[in-house]
């Protein structure tokens, strides 16, 4: 459960990043046109204010995910590394680059809304029309989209995946429980398709391979994923577990890791 509580304190704090960088950007994109004085000491004005929720979110955004990945242990997975990296990037841009800059458009655009004649009208044009605020929408677009990029889809370097085993019958155990086995690499199922009893209790041992790596089998009625029948819970490194699963109603369900959703999926196939 404190994963998916990470995991929200991580989506909050990325909400508040967006908000707050997404301020920066329009503002950055009005600058290159507008060329009344007063307007642009209030258009860095609004810039401004949307720093404090910036850093908020940013520490909301790091601790978050930290706890997140540290609870699942993912740090071995290689779209957490990059998404660290892109983000830390995205953050040094903004702040070595767009913090100076719009200190100083601010300077001078109040220079000039009092009557100053210190900088010229082309001084101010070329100013407001800097690469440096090019390189900041740009950077802060293509970060975002990178991020969004690797949290979706959470890309491995591996080149493919490993082609799935035939999907196991349900044995007994020793104590005529059925049971069912599932086996997880780093972001693969071993089966991609399980069979139990109907109307039955049942044991489904989970056999985590992946060093490192936090795995669970949940069972959901679709793949929606709204509605859960079974949730096990998560299995960190290598190490067996048995969970023990209620009697379910004869049908096709859906199955999958709710560390890595989009990854690692399957058939449950219940008769």
């Known amino acids: 459960m404190a994963y998916q509580w990470w995991v ?3 989506l909050l704090g990325v909400f508040g990043f967006l908000a707050a960088h997404g301020v920066s950007m329009t503002v950055g994109f009005r600058l290159r046109k507008e060329r009344d004085p007063a307007k642009v000491v209030e258009l860095v004005q609004l810039s401004s204010s949307s720093t404090r929720w910036f850093y ?11 706890g997140a990945a540290t609870d699942a242990g993912l740090w071995s997975q290689f779209w957490v590394g990059a998404s660290v990296a892109v983000l830390v ?3 040094g841009v903004m702040l070595s680059v767009g913090k100076p800059y719009y200190r100083k458009v601010g300077v001078v655009a109040r220079a000039k809304a009092g009557g100053s004649k210190a900088v010229t009208e082309a001084q101010f044009d ?3 029309r800097s690469k440096r605020s090019g390189v900041m929408i740009w950077v802060g677009v293509l970060g975002l989209a990178g991020l969004l990029y690797l949290m979706l889809f959470k890309p491995t370097l591996t080149s493919a995946a490993p082609t799935p085993a035939p999907a196991p019958a349900a044995s007994s155990s020793a104590g005529g429980v059925p ?7 780093q972001v693969t199922f071993g089966s991609t398709t399980l069979q139990a009893p ?3 209790p049942f044991d489904l041992v989970f056999d985590n391979q ?3 790596v936090a795995h669970n089998v949940a069972i959901y009625t679709n793949s929606s994923a709204s509605t859960v029948l079974f949730r096990g819970a998560l299995v960190t490194g290598v190490k067996t577990v048995t969970y023990h699963v209620p009697a379910l109603k004869p049908g096709t369900y859906f199955f999958r890791c709710d560390v890595h959703p989009t990854q690692m999926t399957g058939t449950f196939v219940v008769k």
Do not use: K
């Open 210 to 212: 992946a060093p490192g």
């Open 8 to 10: 929200f304190a991580h």
């Open 126 to 128: 070329d100013l407001l």
């Open 89 to 91: 990037v995205v953050t």
């Open 198 to 200: 109907a109307n039955t």
């Open 56 to 66: 908020g979110s940013f520490l909301l955004v790091v601790a978050g995910g930290i």
């Open 179 to 185: 049971t069912v086995s599932e086996t997880a690499g």
